[in-house]
């Protein structure tokens, strides 16, 4: 069941896993509405959107607004960097 804009769980690729695995802190961290990000440190949360779209990264731009956390850091490919600092 979808609720609060969450997506459903899908794999995620090879690319992604490694780009997380990179990354400091807690991985797979909750946040409210029963979502995750996917890491965070004491003061920095980390996000990884791959997908390329608009709505992939509203929803990451999104969820790491709902973190709290002082610092927030999106990471996506180069050819995103646009769209990514629209948002």
């Known amino acids: 069941m979808k609720d609060r804009g969450e997506v459903s769980e899908l794999p995620e690729s090879k690319a992604h896993k490694r780009a997380k695995k990179k990354l400091p802190g807690k991985k797979e961290v909750r946040i409210k509405g029963g979502r995750r990000i996917d890491s965070a440190s004491k003061n920095t949360a980390y996000e990884v959107e791959r997908s390329g779209t608009r709505d992939g990264i509203r929803k990451a731009v999104r969820r790491l607004r709902d973190s709290r956390k002082q610092r927030k850091v999106i990471l996506v490919p180069q050819k995103?960097?646009?769209?990514?600092?629209e948002k």
């Open 80 to 85: 995103d960097m646009g769209i990514a600092a």
